[in-house]
């Protein structure tokens, strides 16, 4: 982390995060990842678990879901917990896809508290396009960490709001914690 600037030098409220600038990885949270249509092909939350952990932003793999950091984030860690079925509605998830997911936002707020001491959280998955869902096709619970006065700098909107930040760097922070809560 030889060029990342810390959390400190910027305004807001200071996480376990630093920031960088890195261009290459604005691509990532333009929206140009965004598909045109809902199919499984171009669907990112049934490609990403093709990929490794790091390259896809994987922090946690369950048994019928799993946790990814989301490339438009709200605020440093939010993440998202997707079923790995390609399945739009929550009504069409099997008990143990409910309860998996029920359970992994639990365990990612547990670990987002160790990482970064967030005041609060947003929970929550938006069902269908005109309920502002971006990627309807493919339900999604969000997890999003809040401190107080983050609203200031991180609006919670229905658009996007992008983070001039690692996300690898938060990956690697996230998934580091998700092990170690597992093992102690
Ligand atoms: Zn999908």
Known sequence: MTDAER???????????ARLWTPHRMVYVGGQDKPEDDGEAACPFCTAPGREDAESLIVHRGVTGYVVLNLY????????????????????????ERDEVGALTAAAMRVLRDVSAPHGFNLGMNQGPAAGAGIAGHLHQHVVPRWGGDANFFPIIAGTKALPQVLGETRDLIAASWAGSVAR
Not at 7 to 16: E, L
Not at 73 to 96: I, S
């Open 7 to 17: 959390a400190s030098d910027h305004a807001g409220v200071p996480d376990a995060f």
């Open 73 to 96: 984030p709200y605020n440093p860690g939010h993440v998202l917990v997707c079923p790995y079925r390609h399945v739009a509605d929550l009504t069409e998830l099997t008990d143990a």
